[in-house]
């Protein structure tokens, strides 16, 4: 399993955080993210994984994270800043992850070795 | 975003609302099996009288995106004019195997998943490409499913009207009220797509929200 925290994700691009996240999950890794990805990486992360899925080898990635919230400062509310706060992230090979109950606060998963 | 690059485009977008476009694309979105065809064909049959596509058991039975251009909606006194596009369901994996317990065979589940994984990456694609969206969600299943969240959390980043179609009320085990409490910031209409329950109402809110 590989916690990765805020400060390392911040300095990488979307295309560098979805490889790493991939990568790690291709070779059988449970990977946490601190604080998540954004709604569009998540987007991105999707499509990446369905170029990446082979019948026999790789059936694809089980992804939780909780629900993401918008900034609600006056001033960015102003300037409709679209700030995303997005939070912690479990993603792991979807046949070794499986999410048994999940709600606004709480993920609850059965991690299974291969 | 610089400030100045923000408050242009704040202006810009309280210009298009002036000139609102006559016709808004609609994107139907959900995981695989929550209605979402089972509606566009409701929608379309209803507003025009033919149909979109094949409804099965099977999941990921659309696995291209169809677009309906012009499809035109009256409710309460609002008139809207949708190009609607009905999306193959969103998922974050695909197991032939799973359409072979459907009773598939080895040859044909694994075209299936291809095709399935093509279909994906199209739904995901089309979401830059549109001005709303109808979240299908399956009323008897758990609503923070990752397709729900990333879905809505890509409209909300977008700004762009969402609108979620809580389906398959005429099931027995069916909660819409789950759904009310997951995801309270978003207007919710509870329908059955198969069987037409309160799809007036659903009209009504496509009026408003796209119109």
Do not use: C
């Amino acid at each position: 399993m590989d916690l990765i925290s805020e400060e390392k994700m911040a300095g990488m691009t979307a295309m560098e955080k979805i490889r790493l996240i991939l990568d790690g999950v291709k070779k059988g890794k449970i990977i946490v993210l601190e604080r998540g990805l954004t709604p569009s990486e998540e987007a991105k992360l999707i499509e990446m994984t369905m170029t990446e899925i082979t019948p026999e080898d790789f059936p694809g990635i089980e992804i939780e994270s909780y629900p993401s919230s918008q900034n609600q400062k006056l001033i960015d509310r102003i300037f409709r800043k679209p700030v995303v706060r997005t939070r912690l992230t479990v993603i792991g090979p979807a046949n070794q992850l499986k999410t048994l109950r999940k709600d606004r606060d709480l993920i609850s998963a059965l991690v299974s070795s291969q | 975003m610089g400030l100045i690059k923000r408050v242009k485009k704040n202006f810009s977008s309280i210009f298009k609302n002036l000139f609102k476009k006559k016709t808004a694309k609609i994107g139907i979105y959900g995981p695989p099996n929550a209605g979402k065809t089972t509606l566009a064909n409701r929608i379309i049959r209803d507003w025009t009288g033919d149909a979109m596509g094949a409804v099965s058991r099977v999941p990921h039975e659309t696995r291209r995106a169809r677009r309906r251009e012009g499809v035109t909606i009256e409710s309460n006194g609002s008139k809207v004019t949708l190009d609607i596009v009905d999306t193959p369901g969103l998922a974050t994996k695909i197991d032939f195997q799973e359409f072979m317990a459907h009773g598939l065979e080895e040859e044909e589940a694994k075209r299936r998943a291809k095709e399935a994984t093509e279909g994906i990456i199209e739904a995901v694609k089309w979401l830059d490409d549109l001005d709303g969206v109808i979240l299908v969600m399956d009323t008897t299943q758990d609503p923070f499913t990752q397709v729900n969240v990333t879905v809505i959390g890509n409209m909300e980043a977008r700004k762009l009207p969402l609108l979620i179609a809580a389906n398959k009320i005429d099931l027995p085990e069916s909660s819409p009220a789950r759904i009310r409490s997951a995801f309270p910031q978003h207007p919710l209409v509870p329908i059955s797509a198969l069987e037409g329950q309160n799809i007036d109402t659903l009209y009504e809110e496509i009026a408003d929200h796209f119109g």
